[in-house]
């Protein structure tokens, strides 16, 4: 690993201090220490690292001071990479540091018990401070499973997506059928399973196929 000069963040001395030598041995430069937000900003602005590790929650409140402080860093020192580090997959913290990227400085957010697998951790800082995006996967689970719980099609199968594509490009059961190469029986049982699994009930007019097509375009838009 090239030697890059850090900065730590977080109220834990202990593991700072472990953060700090295990870096160290990696061939890392740990310019400073902070115990808080404001001392992080200060060092920035002194030492000019290339990194910053940052755990979210510090003093005073234990809320969001660490990842509020990485906004102000994106901002103020866009120059800096950033590690984030987490005690808990916190998805709505994780999606406010990686959507206000702008892909040209290494971003990362891990849980802190990711630590203890030190190449790991250590390959991961790497990565973050030659400008990757690294994500844990823990996280990376919770954001597919939240994708698929504010996704209406998400229960629908490949091929029942593949069905109600064709259905909003107006095909008939006959001519998605064609497409597909299945029977047009197939195709009425893929249907039927698509307006059950979308909770269209049938009503007096029973337009469920077009208020199928529409949930689809208001997905796809």
Same mark, same amino acid.
């Given at each position: 690993m090239s030697e890059v000069r850090v900065v730590?963040?977080?109220?834990?001395?202990l593991l700072r201090e472990g953060l700090s030598s295990l870096l160290t041995?990696?061939?890392?430069?740990?310019?400073?220490q902070a115990g808080d937000a404001d001392e992080l900003l200060t060092l920035l602005g002194r030492e000019q690292?290339?990194?910053?590790?940052?755990?979210?929650?510090?003093?005073?409140?234990?809320t969001a001071e660490g990842?509020?402080? &990485?906004? =102000?860093? *994106?901002?103020?020192?866009? !120059?800096v990479a950033m590690l984030l580090l987490s005690a808990h997959v916190e998805v709505d913290h994780a999606l406010e540091?990686?959507?206000?990227?702008?892909?040209?400085?290494?971003?990362g957010y891990l849980l802190k018990s990711r630590v203890t697998d030190i190449a790991d951790f250590v390959s991961t800082v790497d990565r973050v401070a030659g400008g990757a995006s690294v994500i844990d996967p823990a996280l990376v689970y919770e954001l597919? &499973?939240? =994708?698929? *719980?504010?996704?209406?099609? !998400?229960a629908l199968s490949a091929r029942e997506r593949d069905v109600l594509t064709l259905m909003a490009e107006g095909l008939s059961?006959?001519?998605?059928g064609r497409r597909l190469w299945i029977t047009e029986g197939t195709v009425e049982k893929h249907v039927r399973s698509i307006l059950t699994k979308l909770d269209l009930s049938e009503t007096a007019d029973d337009h469920r196929r077009v208020r199928a097509?529409?949930?689809y375009l208001d997905t796809v838009a």
């Open positions: 730590i963040a977080d109220d834990d001395v041995q990696a061939g890392l430069e740990v310019v400073g690292p290339e990194l910053a590790i940052i755990d979210i929650r510090m003093p005073p409140t234990y990842l509020d402080a &990485a906004v =102000r860093i *994106r901002t103020e020192y866009p !120059g540091l990686l959507e206000g990227g702008d892909g040209r400085k290494g971003v597919v &499973a939240a =994708r698929r *719980r504010n996704d209406p099609l !998400g059961n006959a001519g998605i097509v529409i949930m």
